[in-house]
């Protein structure tokens, strides 16, 4: 079986601040896994995946997320924050490729 | 290139009706999903295919049904609608372990 579990329904930080988002993943063969965004009243849009290259993966927009298999984390990351940034984000979990599990999201709220 | 398009984007049903929602995507991709999205649940999958002719179920099938005929063609049957049924549908299509999604239909059954 294959799970995420995203750690934190709301997220707030003040502009210019780090962003840290927390998923961690439960699976019994390492998995690829993925951070999504979603705009008000959109599809979701992929930020990064990580699929057993670089455990560094970098996305766009400036985010970043590092695959730690003794932590079983695939945490999200972005240096310094940007109005633009406030969106819900989902992280993801795949072994097939053809079936995707989602965490529960976790909506990012940017402080002026 | 259009992606992947879906009709229509908003719905209201009547609880025992039934209809169809449609997904098409124009980039030659296997693999189609649907999901539903409710608050606080994240996405849950509810059907998927991995090429014409080839479906399966995800986590939450149950009241829906589905079927593949074409590559770019993966449509959505509600065959008798419940409030339970109330949610946000997206399609989405994938290759390579990328996912591209629809707009999504605002389904709402009373």
């Not at chain 1, 290259?53 to 766009?60: E, H, N, Q, R, S």
């Amino acid at each position: 079986a294959q799970s995420v579990t995203q750690l934190g329904s709301h997220v707030s930080v003040s502009e210019g601040a780090l962003v840290l988002l927390r998923c961690n993943y439960s699976s019994s063969v390492p998995p690829y896994l993925f951070w999504y965004v979603q705009y008000p009243n959109q599809g979701l849009q992929l930020l990064l995946k990580y699929t057993s290259a670089a455990t560094l993966v970098k996305g766009i927009n400036g985010f970043e997320a590092e695959f730690k298999k003794s932590e079983t984390s695939f945490h999200l990351t972005k240096p310094s924050a940007h109005m633009s940034d406030a969106a819900e984000y989902f992280c993801a979990v795949s072994l097939s490729g053809n079936q995707f599990y989602f965490g529960t999201g976790t909506s990012l709220t940017v402080i002026p | 290139n259009a992606g992947v398009t879906q009709t229509p984007k908003f719905q209201v049903l009547k609880t025992g009706q039934s209809m169809t929602l449609q997904c098409a995507q124009d980039m030659n991709h296997e693999y189609m999903s649907w999901y539903r999205q409710d608050p606080g649940m994240g996405l849950r999958l509810i059907h998927y295919s991995v090429g014409a002719g080839i479906t399966d179920q995800g986590e939450v099938p149950n009241g829906y049904n589905v079927s593949r005929s074409t590559t770019e063609d993966f449509p959505l049957r509600l065959l008798s609608a419940a409030p339970s049924q109330t949610s946000v549908y997206f399609c989405a299509s994938s290759r390579n372990y990328e996912q591209y999604f629809g707009p999504g239909t605002r389904l709402t059954v009373t």
